[in-house]
């Protein structure tokens, strides 16, 4: 990825009882790199991936989108993936696109 471009690294994977916690580090351009804490629940997991990759590419994805589509003046902070439906309207079609293929 070029260095003008966001991007997501993923650095620790949780087991919670409804899913998952990740810590993601994001690096913008211009900004210090810094991280965000991702919680994954099973639900979305399924609806997203089909249960057919792992759960930290799923976990990227939904950190990227959020990056891609978050107005240029907001800080992305700690957050349920459940949110991006409440964010972005057709966030299930986006995921579930941008996930096929990769497992």
Known sequence: MAADQPSVTILTEKDTPSGWQFDARLSEPGEPDRTVTLRLSWADFE????GAIPPSVVAKAVVE???ERKPASARLGDFDAAMLRRW????????????????
């Open 88 to 103: 972005f309207p057709g966030t299930d079609e986006v995921m579930q696109q941008e996930l096929r293929g990769k497992g």
């Open 47 to 50: 609806h997203w991936s089909g």
């Open 65 to 67: 989108l959020a990056m």
